[in-house]
Nanobody, 121 residues
Framework: QVRLVESGGGLVQAGGSLRLSCAAS????????MGWYRQAPGKQRELVAT???????NYADSVKGRFTISRDNAKNTVYLQMNSLKPDDTGVYYC???????????????WGQGTQVTVSS
């Protein structure tokens, strides 16, 4: 069994900062790319940022220069540092990872349960 557990969401005023964390646990053999997605009310889930196992990063245009994704491979954890937050950043943030479980061939995609981020104006 593999779990992705997010933490760090909350309520913040516009211009403020939050740091999200997502820890993967369970019978993990290896982890490939990890990322963050978000879903605002009434909208589709969208990509926020991704990071490869080699730490190459990719960001949505809307967050470039404000958000930073990083990972700690020893802790199987991915982070999202969010600065200069705007009301449009409000939504449920989901952690995503492609990983291989022990004794099970092939990589599979896993999702966390989500953490709410609310930015007030």
């Amino acid at each position: 069994q593999v779990r992705l557990v997010e933490s760090g969401g909350g309520l913040v005023q516009a211009g403020g900062s939050l740091r999200l964390s997502c820890a993967a646990s369970g019978t993990i053999f290896s982890i490939g790319a990890m990322g963050w997605y978000r879903q605002a009310p009434g909208k589709q889930r969208e990509l926020v940022a991704t990071i490869t196992s080699g730490s190459s990063t990719n960001y949505a245009d809307s967050v470039k220069g404000r958000f930073t994704i990083s990972r700690d491979n020893a802790k199987n954890t991915v982070y999202l540092q969010m600065n200069s937050l705007k009301p449009d950043d409000t939504g449920v943030y989901y952690c995503n990872a492609y990983l291989r479980e022990r004794f099970i061939p092939g990589d599979r995609q896993y999702w966390g349960q989500g953490t709410q981020v609310t930015v007030s104006s």
